[in-house]
């Protein structure tokens, strides 16, 4: 198991009392790890330190303002993708046929495209097929870290950690027409409910489906569509 990207894959996680406790373990972990910049796993320790001493209904509240309640701040990557589209419930079908083909079944109630959940089946596959993975969704990663620097969120580090180890920078033009999408405003509750009003994402079989290499689903990502970065805004 490649421990670096468990350890994000929980950073990332919804916090609780095990992780709060966990993480000068993980903070241990990032911090030796040299496929991380120095300045990075400066972060990561700073972020992980931070956890650890922070009261938890605090740390809650800010994640679900950052995470789940800012839609441009979604960890569920096919948001930035598809949106409402019924296309994402197929490729949620693929995605979790992807898992259970390398052996993994999520035990969470997460959807599989949850950034958390990808990471942790990345920490079992080889590192070329994590690096591929990472590459085609760098621009979503690279847009989310910028998002999380303006919020001032120490976050922000996890996200630069994984575009370290996808060892490749993010398409700027993608990136630039992410960044032009406005932020949610997490306390507009009335604009938040209108935004989030979307058809039913279906996870029902396809007879049509595959089961492609993960990297492979996420290499739609490269290039969004003006119309796909108009649902993810």
């Not at 979604?74 to 598809?82: A, K, Q």
């Not at 920078?169 to 027409?177: I, L």
Request: with cysteine; hydrophobic share 40%.
């Amino acid at each position: 198991m490649d421990r670096s990207l468990k350890a994000l894959s929980l950073i990332l996680s919804y916090p609780s009392r095990e992780l709060q406790e966990a993480m000068p373990e993980i903070g241990t972990i990032l911090g030796s790890d040299p496929r991380i910049a120095t300045d990075t796993r400066a972060a990561l320790r700073s972020l992980t330190d931070g956890f650890a001493d922070a009261d938890l209904y605090d740390l809650q509240e800010s994640y679900v303002m950052l995470f789940d309640r800012s839609r441009t701040l979604s960890l569920n990557l096919f948001e930035h993708v598809h949106g409402e589209s019924r296309d994402r419930g197929g490729a949620m079908v693929s995605l979790i046929e992807t898992y259970r083909a390398g052996g993994f079944e999520p035990a969470t109630t997460e959807l599989p495209d949850h950034l958390p959940v990808l990471l942790e089946f990345l920490s079992t596959r080889p590192f070329a097929e994590v690096q591929e993975t990472l590459a085609d969704a760098a621009h979503i990663i690279d847009a989310l870290a910028a998002r999380l620097v303006r919020r001032d969120s120490g976050y922000a580090a996890a996200f630069a950690a994984l575009l370290q180890l996808s060892g490749d920078k993010a398409d700027a033009e993608a990136v630039a027409d992410m960044l032009a999408q406005p932020d949610d405003d997490p306390t507009d509750l009335a604009a938040l409910d209108a935004v989030w009003e979307e058809t039913e994402v279906t996870f029902g079989p396809d007879p049509n489906a595959g089961c492609p290499q993960v990297r492979d689903m996420l290499a739609a990502m490269d290039k969004p569509t003006p119309q796909q970065l108009n649902r993810s805004a």
